[in-house]
């Protein structure tokens, strides 16, 4: 409604008139939020009962609050928040590149530890980020209408914005490309994000995380020696299944919208 509603189909929507069709209903209610001159029209055009009520209401709730304790005072971080509560997942994701870089450092006759454990350690912040387990508001993030996919995009770019420069310093370190720790780290959350809509994001990511260790790290640090998956060429592979697990997370997006389900 790009005009202001006549007072005539105002006094006929504050009567609750059978009249009026819904689509005229919505486009008044739509203008009422952002005029407030038809809103005083409104007000006017009440009958006495409605406003004696509102009137009634209004001083209650204005006695309520003059009787009631003072407001509390704001934090700038609270303790229950879900920031704080992904923290020591963050630090130990942190703590794990610097033991990795420590390590590679020291016993130079090893495979990589950096490019075996870059592509799965974000994947611990990734994991916290989207469990009922570390959001104490998840039940109410289940109503909010902006909840599912791209909250949780958000989020994960937040703890990127994070982790990424750990990484960066982490193969600067040690001197490696940085399409060999960065794009299999892509890779993975993307997968955790596509398997997550099936399973959870927590149980995905671990999951990924425990079967890389299991076939890659482990195989690895027992032979001496790099898995092809983390050699020069093969950027271009993890740079397809990137693309390729973001459409799906993208194609599946509803998925999100069920936080009962997929939110461990």
Do not use: K
């Amino acid at each position: 409604m790009t005009t202001h509603p006549t007072p005539a189909l105002i006094s006929r929507y504050a009567a609750g008139a059978g009249g009026v069709d819904d689509v005229t209903v919505w486009a008044v209610e739509a203008h009422l939020e952002s005029c407030p001159g038809c809103r005083a029209l409104l007000a006017t055009a009440a009958d006495p009962g409605t406003r004696d009520l509102l009137d009634r209401v209004a001083a209650g709730i204005a006695a309520g609050i003059a009787a009631g304790p003072a407001p509390a005072r704001r934090r700038r971080l609270r303790r229950t928040g879900v920031a704080v509560r992904v923290l020591p997942w963050l630090a130990m994701a942190v703590g794990l590149m610097l033991a990795a870089v420590v390590f590679e450092q020291i016993f130079d006759n090893l495979p990589s530890l950096v490019l075996l454990i870059a592509p799965v350690a974000p994947l611990l912040p990734v994991a916290a980020v989207w469990s009922r387990r570390t959001d104490p508001a998840w039940e109410l993030m289940a109503t909010v209408p902006r909840t599912g996919l791209w909250l949780l995009l958000r989020r994960t770019l937040a703890l990127l914005a994070a982790v990424v420069p750990v990484l960066a310093v982490a193969g600067w370190c040690t001197g490696h490309a940085p399409a060999l720790w960065l794009l299999p780290c892509l890779a993975f959350i993307s997968g955790s994000l596509a398997l997550g809509g099936l399973i959870g994001v927590d149980r995905a990511a671990l999951a990924l995380a425990g079967a890389w260790a299991a076939t890659v790290v482990v195989p690895s640090l027992s032979v001496h020696r790099l898995p092809v998956v983390l050699e020069g060429g093969s950027w271009p592979g993890w740079a397809a299944a990137t693309v390729a697990l973001l459409a799906v997370v993208l194609v599946r997006a509803a998925d999100y919208r069920r936080l009962g389900v997929n939110r461990g």
